[in-house]
């Protein structure tokens, strides 16, 4: 379990987050995602321990970052986004390091670091130099060298930097099944990777959060204007003021955030139907029920009603422009 | 203190796996071996260590930089800093490690030389007095860490490793000519400057007189300089 709670940080003039609050609970993947210069390095560094906030917290399992780092930072494992580690030793021997730094005893060690190149599928590199690892390998050790302590809590920051696309679905998998009894933080600036890998979604840019919600509503429950379905729906349209008094009437519902009309040219009205896009707020009102029930009212013959999940990739980019936005 | 000393012991690992560590150390062995060689071997010459002591001190200057100067700033270069300290390893723990590092690469160094006194033992006649030779080597080994307690301290404060040779070069240059410069400052600044005139202190080692004041002065100074760099490092966090 992280908890952040409202932390500043600023270097000289530049005020990379600003208020940043949010939860992480153990049990599924939370994707932190924003443009690059959004502070969500300079936010995962805090709660790693490397930079303490100016203002604000930041607990793991109740432990503060900078009353208690030790024992804070004990329950950690962070990879940053440059997978800094010693070219010159081995993998096998880093990943003893990396126990004794984190107070293993010596009977421990080799379960632990077994287990950890086992678990990343690095143990047919154990014995070479890190520095003569492909990237891929790079980031795996890497990966190991933050896992062979167990930690109940992993931050990564740009997890799947460098790997090809085999490597990304073998380290989604891991990531997955990591995150089963653990706390997981990931840091992505790439959508799609974000959408595969987590459960959750919080999304900073120009340091404060701009949306926190579930990845697979596509966007829904993130408290966004417009951000609810898109309703699409063709309506029979007769005779002249027949779109005027549609606009009038879906302008008239509440859950509906903005109407387009479809183009009212021969092709696109066939058969004299017209193609309405709805875009809808979140709420509990189930969209299409309510056009329908309305469309029967007003004696509308509707040919189309189907709902859309709204893009994950146009909720982002609406929540980064959302109000607020210094970026 | 553990973690201290894993820290230590992957320093010293790294720094016996490339040639710069073997190279310093064959180069400090050549110079004191000519330098005993040619004082102390040669026939007519005095059956003393003298001048291998007074060579032995003065190469220290180049020689503790270039052991100290990647201690910490390679970290900050690297990026492997950020692996430290988020790892839970206090900023004391790791400067005291990579002191230990260094330290226990100048004993290294140091400790072939001991062969010099065992020859000069079996070959001359009278044989040398053991205690300008005891008080020697603690000399060499109080100069030594302070030295590269000033190094970790400079290399704590920069991550151009470059950069923190220089400066602790230089500061050790100060501490070896205080004495020459403490001809020409004011009366009332004199005894400060004297205090830290390494020289001074080193001319009563030479004489076998191993002063208590001196070896709190050198090992004293040495844990400020230490502190200083954990300080340096935990400061990183609120930059």
Redesign the interface.
């Given at each position: 379990m992280i908890e952040v709670d409202r932390i500043h940080k600023s270097?000289g003039p530049v005020r990379a987050v600003q208020g940043i609050s949010f939860a992480v609970e153990p049990g599924k993947v939370t994707g932190l995602l924003g443009p690059n210069g959004a502070g969500k390095t300079t936010t995962i560094?805090m709660i790693?321990?490397?930079?303490?906030p100016d203002r604000g917290k930041v607990t793991i399992q109740g432990h503060d970052t900078i009353d208690q780092?030790?024992?804070a930072?004990?329950l950690?494992g962070?990879l940053?986004e440059?997978v800094?580690?010693?070219p010159?030793?081995r993998a096998r021997e880093y990943l003893t390091?990396?126990c004794?730094?984190?107070?293993l005893g010596r009977p421990d060690r080799k379960k632990a670091v077994g287990w950890a190149l086992e678990r990343c599928r690095v143990a047919d590199v154990a014995d070479r130099r890190i520095g003569t690892l492909s990237k891929g390998y790079r980031q795996r050790v890497g990966l190991a060298?933050v896992l062979v302590h167990n930690p109940p809590v992993l931050i990564l920051d740009e997890p799947t930097n460098g790997l090809d696309p085999t490597q990304i679905g073998e380290a989604r998998s891991l990531v997955t099944d990591l995150a089963r009894d653990r706390t997981l933080l990931i840091s992505s600036h790439i959508l799609p990777e974000i959408e595969r890998l987590c459960g959750r979604v919080i999304i900073v840019a120009g340091g404060v959060v701009k949306a926190d919600g579930p990845v697979d509503g596509g966007g829904t429950g993130w408290g966004i204007a417009g951000g609810g379905r898109t309703v699409v729906v063709s309506v029979k349209v007769s005779k002249a003021g027949d779109e005027a008094r549609l606009r009038a009437l879906f302008a008239s519902m509440p859950f509906v955030a903005s109407a387009q009309a479809g183009k009212a040219e021969p092709a696109a009205l066939r058969d004299g139907f017209q193609q309405w896009t709805l875009t809808c707020n979140e709420g509990g009102v189930d969209a299409k029920d309510a056009i329908a029930s309305a469309a029967f009212a007003n004696g509308l013959i509707v040919r189309e009603l189907r709902s859309e999940a709204p893009s994950l990739e146009r909720m982002f980019m609406r929540a980064i422009e959302s109000d607020g936005a210094a970026a | 203190m553990r973690t201290a000393r894993a820290i230590a012991q992957r320093e010293l690992a790294a720094s016996f796996r490339g040639l710069s560590g073997w190279i310093i150390i064959a180069v400090y062995l050549f110079i004191t071996g000519v330098v005993f060689a040619v004082s102390a071997l040669t026939p007519g010459e005095p059956a003393s260590l003298r001048s291998f002591f007074g060579a032995a001190g003065w190469l220290l200057l180049p020689v503790a930089p270039a052991i100290s100067m990647r201690l910490l700033s390679e970290e900050f270069r690297s990026g492997t800093i950020e692996m430290l300290l988020t790892s839970p390893v206090g900023g004391w723990s790791l400067v005291v490690g990579k002191f230990m590092a260094g330290m226990t690469f100048l004993l290294a160094m140091i400790a072939p030389t001991a062969v010099y006194p065992l020859i000069l033992r079996i070959i001359s006649d009278p044989p040398p007095d053991m205690g300008p030779v005891m008080s020697g080597y603690l000399l060499l080994i109080l100069m030594g860490g302070t030295y590269l307690a000033i190094g970790t301290l400079a290399s704590a404060l920069t991550s151009n490793a470059t950069l923190a040779f220089l400066t602790t070069f230089f500061a050790i240059l100060i501490g070896l000519f205080a004495g020459l410069a403490g001809q020409f400052v004011p009366d009332v600044f004199k005894p400060v400057v004297y205090e830290f005139s390494v020289s001074a202190r080193a001319a009563d080692f030479a004489r076998g007189v191993i002063d208590l004041s001196h070896v709190v002065f050198f090992a004293g100074f040495s844990a400020v300089c230490v502190a200083g760099a954990a300080v340096a490092v935990e400061l990183r966090r609120w930059s």
């Amino acid at each position: 379990m992280i908890e952040v709670d409202r932390i500043h940080k600023s270097f000289g003039p530049v005020r990379a987050v600003q208020g940043i609050s949010f939860a992480v609970e153990p049990g599924k993947v939370t994707g932190l995602l924003g443009p690059n210069g959004a502070g969500k390095t300079t936010t995962i560094r805090m709660i790693a321990g490397f930079l303490a906030p100016d203002r604000g917290k930041v607990t793991i399992q109740g432990h503060d970052t900078i009353d208690q780092p030790l024992a804070a930072r004990r329950l950690i494992g962070y990879l940053p986004e440059t997978v800094p580690m010693y070219p010159e030793m081995r993998a096998r021997e880093y990943l003893t390091y990396r126990c004794r730094l984190f107070g293993l005893g010596r009977p421990d060690r080799k379960k632990a670091v077994g287990w950890a190149l086992e678990r990343c599928r690095v143990a047919d590199v154990a014995d070479r130099r890190i520095g003569t690892l492909s990237k891929g390998y790079r980031q795996r050790v890497g990966l190991a060298s933050v896992l062979v302590h167990n930690p109940p809590v992993l931050i990564l920051d740009e997890p799947t930097n460098g790997l090809d696309p085999t490597q990304i679905g073998e380290a989604r998998s891991l990531v997955t099944d990591l995150a089963r009894d653990r706390t997981l933080l990931i840091s992505s600036h790439i959508l799609p990777e974000i959408e595969r890998l987590c459960g959750r979604v919080i999304i900073v840019a120009g340091g404060v959060v701009k949306a926190d919600g579930p990845v697979d509503g596509g966007g829904t429950g993130w408290g966004i204007a417009g951000g609810g379905r898109t309703v699409v729906v063709s309506v029979k349209v007769s005779k002249a003021g027949d779109e005027a008094r549609l606009r009038a009437l879906f302008a008239s519902m509440p859950f509906v955030a903005s109407a387009q009309a479809g183009k009212a040219e021969p092709a696109a009205l066939r058969d004299g139907f017209q193609q309405w896009t709805l875009t809808c707020n979140e709420g509990g009102v189930d969209a299409k029920d309510a056009i329908a029930s309305a469309a029967f009212a007003n004696g509308l013959i509707v040919r189309e009603l189907r709902s859309e999940a709204p893009s994950l990739e146009r909720m982002f980019m609406r929540a980064i422009e959302s109000d607020g936005a210094a970026a | 203190m553990r973690t201290a000393r894993a820290i230590a012991q992957r320093e010293l690992a790294a720094s016996f796996r490339g040639l710069s560590g073997w190279i310093i150390i064959a180069v400090y062995l050549f110079i004191t071996g000519v330098v005993f060689a040619v004082s102390a071997l040669t026939p007519g010459e005095p059956a003393s260590l003298r001048s291998f002591f007074g060579a032995a001190g003065w190469l220290l200057l180049p020689v503790a930089p270039a052991i100290s100067m990647r201690l910490l700033s390679e970290e900050f270069r690297s990026g492997t800093i950020e692996m430290l300290l988020t790892s839970p390893v206090g900023g004391w723990s790791l400067v005291v490690g990579k002191f230990m590092a260094g330290m226990t690469f100048l004993l290294a160094m140091i400790a072939p030389t001991a062969v010099y006194p065992l020859i000069l033992r079996i070959i001359s006649d009278p044989p040398p007095d053991m205690g300008p030779v005891m008080s020697g080597y603690l000399l060499l080994i109080l100069m030594g860490g302070t030295y590269l307690a000033i190094g970790t301290l400079a290399s704590a404060l920069t991550s151009n490793a470059t950069l923190a040779f220089l400066t602790t070069f230089f500061a050790i240059l100060i501490g070896l000519f205080a004495g020459l410069a403490g001809q020409f400052v004011p009366d009332v600044f004199k005894p400060v400057v004297y205090e830290f005139s390494v020289s001074a202190r080193a001319a009563d080692f030479a004489r076998g007189v191993i002063d208590l004041s001196h070896v709190v002065f050198f090992a004293g100074f040495s844990a400020v300089c230490v502190a200083g760099a954990a300080v340096a490092v935990e400061l990183r966090r609120w930059s």
